[in-house]
């Protein structure tokens, strides 16, 4: 009798193990309902038929460890996640995914699997699947449950928008007063263009996703497409408040009755409410000709932020880019 007991204590420890981790030690995961009241390391939803079209954007909240993901601006994936350790943390800022590789072996830590491995920078900051022990362990990367990581992978493209905050996230609304893309607050990276100026060079990057960033503290906006600066133009007055946060928007594939596009508020992080785009647009001191240039350019997808943080000078160097990142 006790050697059936010892038996069947042994297949349950094999069966559970081979439900929470493979071979390498990553965690298999667990799909539980959206209402879910307690998420365990491991657990995740994933409902992608409720916006079954569209752009991805991911935003990752590092002090909740978890994920959400959004397409077409509708939440269809949330997913607890481990970031990295106070000796080796996560960037925090605006990345575009770089690189996808289903098999992927680390060239950094030798012989560390990466499965549905998603590059961030070039230097070595990825999403990929791993072990998640419920609390940040990794050496910058953000592990995913195995099978969150294998989902998301299904939907997203290089140039897909993900968005690192050390603020607590929740749609339309901040849990803290804080700022969602932690900035330095020394003088802008680039000499600021005249009142009127504007540059705009689309033969830079003729092709690939548009991120555009209109910075308060800079008072200029930024165009980039697949990481590289295409145009800015002076914002020298905006009417918005100095310290009101930043707000994450996406173009949708609507417009009204006046033909001015729609944008959803993907995420808002600050004190104030996030503006009205369409309202905002009539108060901005911008160049028409630039504004004009951007109206072309923007898709569905496009991803707009506004942000009272300086944007970092890594934006200019390389496609290998940061944007408004502490490091």
């Known amino acids: ?152 992978y299904s939907v997203t493209n290089n140039g897909t928008n993900v968005i690192v905050t050390d603020d607590k996230f929740a749609p339309g609304e901040t849990a803290e007063p804080a700022r969602l893309l932690s900035g330095k607050t020394g003088a802008p990276s680039t000499p600021p263009l005249a009142v009127g100026g504007f540059e705009w060079h689309p033969e830079k990057a003729p092709t690939g996703p548009l991120s555009i960033i209109l910075s308060t503290a800079d008072q200029q906006i930024y165009a980039y497409r697949n990481g590289i600066e295409i145009g800015r133009a002076a914002v020298p007055s905006t009417g918005l408040a100095q310290g009101s946060g930043s707000f994450v928007y996406s173009a949708l594939d609507k417009f009204d009755p006046n033909g001015l596009r729609d944008w959803t508020s993907t995420s808002s992080f600050g004190s104030a409410q996030a503006p009205d785009i369409k309202a905002l647009v009539k108060q901005v001191t911008i160049a028409p000709e630039f504004l004009e240039h951007l109206r072309t350019a923007v898709s569905p997808g496009t991803t707009l932020i506004i942000t009272d943080v300086h944007v970092s000078a890594q934006t200019r160097s390389e496609p290998g880019f940061n944007i408004l990142t502490t490091d």
Not at 21 to 37: D, I, L, M, Y
Not at 119 to 124: F, I, K, M, P, Y
């Open 1 to 152: 009798m006790k050697r059936q007991l010892a038996i069947l204590a042994i297949l349950i420890l094999i069966l559970t193990t081979s439900l929470t981790a493979n071979g390498a030690g990553h965690t298999k995961g667990r799909e539980v309902e959206p209402f879910t009241p307690a998420f365990k390391p491991g657990d995740y939803v994933w409902h992608p038929e409720i916006s079954p079209a569209g752009p991805v954007v991911i935003i990752v909240s590092l002090p909740e460890q978890k994920m959400y993901v959004y397409r077409n601006g509708v939440r269809i994936g949330f997913s607890t996640v481990s970031t990295g350790t106070k000796g080796h943390p996560t960037p925090t800022g605006m990345f575009t995914i770089l690189q996808k590789k289903v098999r992927h072996e680390s060239s950094i830590y030798k012989g560390a699997k990466m499965p549905h491995m998603q590059r961030l920078t070039w230097s070595g900051i990825a999403m990929h699947a791993g072990h998640l022990p419920g609390y940040p362990a990794s050496h910058g990367c953000v592990r995913l449950p195995i099978d969150f990581a294998e989902r998301l």
